[in-house]
């Protein structure tokens, strides 16, 4: 008999019996762009998987299936799910509806489905939206994967928090007064989502003085990668983009 603290619902590691003969859907973070940043137990998984899904963005090919590329087999069942970016969330939260669907079939007949996700799976990743889907009825695994504030902050040989420091990780999407409190509250803030956003954000952190404290890091860890003081970024930020402010560089001495 297992104990009752084994069963209670924040206990991942317990396997209810609702669950045998049934899939489990794996989230397999793949890191930001490089293949050799992929994990160990990322690419063994993904070696041995007989179904893989994985999102593309707005009709593109998967940038989570290209980093993982050179260990996917030849005949694996592949579900692309495809979602739209677009600022209302229905578009999106249908598509990931229709995504959960197909994934549930393929559990549902025993078969494990291994979901990549660029990056780290739980840090602004696709799989949660999957995941939030489908724990209710299969078991669910995660294996983390190197973010794109570790790659940014590694490229950059800028440390992001030491001693008593505080780090932010704020999305540009986010209007001028929330960004500008983070900034103003933080030793340290990693500013994801710049796209359309970076013009206001870069006018925002010059007015707040620190443009010289500001890197922009784009396509981290892979070819064409990007590594700028912001004074010297380009004037359009790609989709694959952030910016490492770092207010105080003194504990680092
Ligand atoms: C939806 S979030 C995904 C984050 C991802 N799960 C992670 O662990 O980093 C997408 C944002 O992450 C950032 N990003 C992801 N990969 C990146 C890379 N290779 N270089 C720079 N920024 C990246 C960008 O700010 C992008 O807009």
Known sequence: MEPVEAMTPLDRTATPSSHEGLGRLIGVGVGPGAPDLLTLRAARLIEGARVLAYPTLAG???FARSIAAAHIRDGVEEIAIDVPMTPAREPAQRA???GAARIAGQLAQGRDVVCLCE???MFYGSFMYLQA?????FAVEVVPGVTSVA???AL???PLVAREGRIAVLPATLPDEALAEGLLRHETVAMLKLGRHFPRVRALIDRLGLTDRATFVARA???QEVVLPLARAPLEAPYFSLLLIAKDTDPWL
């Open 133 to 137: 889907r489908l724990a209710p009825r």
């Open 151 to 153: 790659a940014a902050s």
């Open 221 to 223: 860890t892979l070819p």
């Open 119 to 121: 990056g780290d799976p």
């Open 96 to 98: 990931y509806d229709d």
């Open 156 to 158: 950059a040989r800028l």
């Open 60 to 62: 593109a090919p998967s």
